[in-house]
């Protein structure tokens, strides 16, 4: 069973950065997709990025130009830079990666933006 550990949330002011990471219990070469969305109580999970395994990259509208996804293939952890952040970031982000067909989810990592 493969798993997902995430770590790297927390409280950050307007304007600030955090940086997410997605560590795989198995070799990220052999997941097809990996990506992150984020959940705000009451409302549905949404795409914020996506890497896919040849390095290309998808961002939402809403954080292009301020975060960045990347990954270090020999730690086997797909990373979220965040800049910019705004308080309508303010989420639990959730990392996924596709292995033999079958999604699986990290398991969330709170963000908040406030002053």
């Known amino acids: 069973q493969v798993q997902l550990v995430e770590s790297g949330g927390g409280l950050v002011q307007p304007g600030g950065s955090l940086r997410l990471s997605c560590t795989a219990s198995t070799s990220i070469d052999s997941l097809t997709v990996m990506d992150w969305f984020r959940q705000i109580p009451g409302r549905e999970r949404e795409f914020v990025a996506r890497i896919r395994s040849g390095g290309i990259t998808d961002y939402a509208n809403s954080v292009k130009g301020r975060f960045t996804i990347s990954k270090d293939t020999a730690a086997n952890t797909m990373f979220l830079q965040m800049s910019s952040l705004e308080p309508k970031d303010t989420a639990v982000y959730f990392c996924?990666?596709?292995?033999?067909?079958?999604?699986?989810w990290g398991q969330g990592s709170q963000v908040t933006v406030s002053s």
């Open positions: 996924r990666a596709v292995y033999q067909g079958i999604a699986i």
